[in-house]
């Protein structure tokens, strides 16, 4: 079969595509055939080199994908060959036509959701559920502010807290960002590029400012974020690209609280509870994801490049 091997870490152009020996599940497997490959991020800082995590190399990068199961190992039960499913995981990595996944990390794929959809699920949606509710514990009635909302994790946060019944305040770069958001039902959407752009939040909220705080990008962001936050406020920080300085004052006003997150620090039981939401909210049409751009798989290092570009639009998919 035909995959991304990786054999050095470095720019994108370490990524290969070559041939290689299809996995055979193992005891607690599942084997899905790849229909499409979700791309994040963080795949992106390990392949560079310059995570925290290193997989032992030569690896094939990905977690997320969805398919068809096409063979089961050992004591796997509640899958079968030819079921849709998503990915949230994978031992052989989903920059694939085929990955073995342990069974925990295979899940079935409602039947109104495309496989460019499920592979949109697993990363965005799982951090979004976890920054929202197991991190911030986000409540009905409450201000989210999400910041940088129009990539993967952005959509599925401001679909996930709409839902949940908060008032929504969206980020977003371009105008074509923007206007997603807008489609989505949110009725504050606000140009993170424009000067005081944050300036909104306290007239929007009736002077209180916002209950929660989604950052992407803490770096740039984090300092002015504390001056808009409730009375024990929370802000989440789910992404960042270097050092940032801020006031601790502004936290002492409030009672307020920064908290960090990797989905790689979910125990079984979040990942878990996070799949049973998402799957009852994919079922039930309160979620929704947005497929940005598809790439095919050979052109992986393409897809790198463009998931760390400004103005991200929807999720970006690899097509083996």
């Keep these: 079969m035909k995959a991304i091997r990786i054999n050095e870490f470095g720019s994108p152009e370490v990524m290969k595509y070559q041939e290689v020996a299809e996995p055979a599940p193992e005891a607690g497997q599942v084997l899905v055939r790849i229909k499409a490959v979700g791309v994040n991020p963080v795949e992106a800082y390990i392949r560079s080199g310059g995570y925290a995590r290193k997989p032992s190399l030569p690896y094939t990068p990905g977690a997320d994908g969805a398919g068809v199961v096409d063979a089961v190992g050992k004591d796997v039960t509640g899958f079968k060959k030819g079921d849709r499913v998503y990915t949230s995981g994978s031992v052989t990595g989903t920059y694939a036509e085929a990955a073995a996944c342990e069974q925990r990390h295979v899940h079935p794929l409602p039947g109104r959701i495309s496989f460019q959809q499920g592979a949109c699920i697993g990363v965005p949606y799982g951090t979004a559920f976890r920054a929202l509710f197991q991190r911030a514990r986000a409540a009905a009635g409450e201000t989210v502010l999400v910041h940088g909302a129009t990539g993967g994790v952005g959509i599925a946060a401001v679909q996930m807290a709409k839902a949940a019944g908060c008032l929504v ?152």
């Design 169 to 320: 305040i969206a980020t977003g770069g371009t105008e074509r960002g923007r206007g997603l958001l807008s489609a989505q039902g949110i009725k504050h959407v606000l140009d993170h590029t424009a000067p005081g752009y944050l300036d909104a939040v306290a007239p929007l909220t009736g002077g209180r400012g916002a209950d929660v705080v989604l950052e992407m990008l803490a770096n740039v962001n984090l300092a002015r974020d504390l001056t808009v936050l409730a009375k024990n406020g929370r802000v989440v920080v789910i992404g960042s690209r270097g050092a940032v300085e801020i006031d601790p004052r502004d936290l002492m006003a409030r009672d307020a609280s920064v908290l960090g997150m990797t989905l790689f620090n979910a125990s079984a039981a979040d990942i878990a509870s996070i799949h049973a939401a998402v799957i009852a909210g994919l079922i039930n049409q309160t979620y929704n994801p947005v497929v940005g751009k598809e790439i095919p798989l050979k052109d992986a290092p393409a897809a790198h490049k463009a998931v760390m570009d400004k103005g991200a639009y929807g999720k970006i998919i690899l097509i083996p």
